[in-house]
């Protein structure tokens, strides 16, 4: 632990430094920073999905420098600091987990998911809706995600995960239908397609399947097998612009082989 506390505040230390003299450091403001988490957050989970371990240990570095760099800029309106920071997270921590530092009894994971939501509810700005904790910003895909998952936390979910196939049949049907219209309504069909995307997440959920990891797998898969495509056509003096669609075929199906 003291090895764990020196490296910490050395951290600190540099922070501090960095904020009284380095030019762009002291320019930087919490908005200025903010599209920079952002992509830091998007290079750890590509590091994650990479399973690269050394990556990932750089990418979280990257991620508390972030956390660091917030803390030290609102300690200098003194509106919080790091220690306020870890502070309010081991109460909330120890808040949450009722089953740990109470006398509150689980017998699953779900116990404990359900507990948290209750409890998340009763906490800070005073909340609307069960959903108003979903980052309005997040993307829509994990935003599904999250949104059944906070639902579920109350008990608002399916009991079997053959009746959310049901509704992933009932929503097909029901977008089939908008498309084979007299006359199609192209919002209609984007919500019906959207009702589909939302059914299909939901079964996911109950199958233990992450549908942004399982899609961004695919997208992973789909483009090493276009660059293997690519790499084929033009190791064969042909441009891929100047094929038809037959026969670039031939291509992807010798990448699928591969790959």
Known sequence: MKDKLKEFERLLNIM?????????DMKQTIESIRYLTIEETYELSDAIMNNDMEEIKKELGDVLLHIVFYSRIASETNEFDIKDVMASLCEKLIRRHPHIYGDVKVTSEEDVKRNWEKIKQTEGKKKTSVLSGVPKSMPSLIKATRIQEKARGVGFDWDRKEDVWSKVEEELG???????????????????????????????RFLDIDPDTALERTN??????????????????????????SEMDVYWEKAKEML
């Open 16 to 24: 501090d430094e960095l904020r009284e003299k380095c030019p762009w």
């Open 220 to 245: 992973n898969k789909f483009i090493g097998r276009f660059d293997y495509m690519e790499k084929g056509i033009k190791n064969d003096g042909k441009e891929i612009t100047k094929l038809s669609l």
């Open 174 to 204: 029901e977008f089939k239908a908008e498309l084979n219209a007299e006359v199609v309504d192209r919002d209609k069909v984007e919500g019906e397609f959207g009702d589909l995307l939302f059914s299909l997440i939901n079964y996911a």
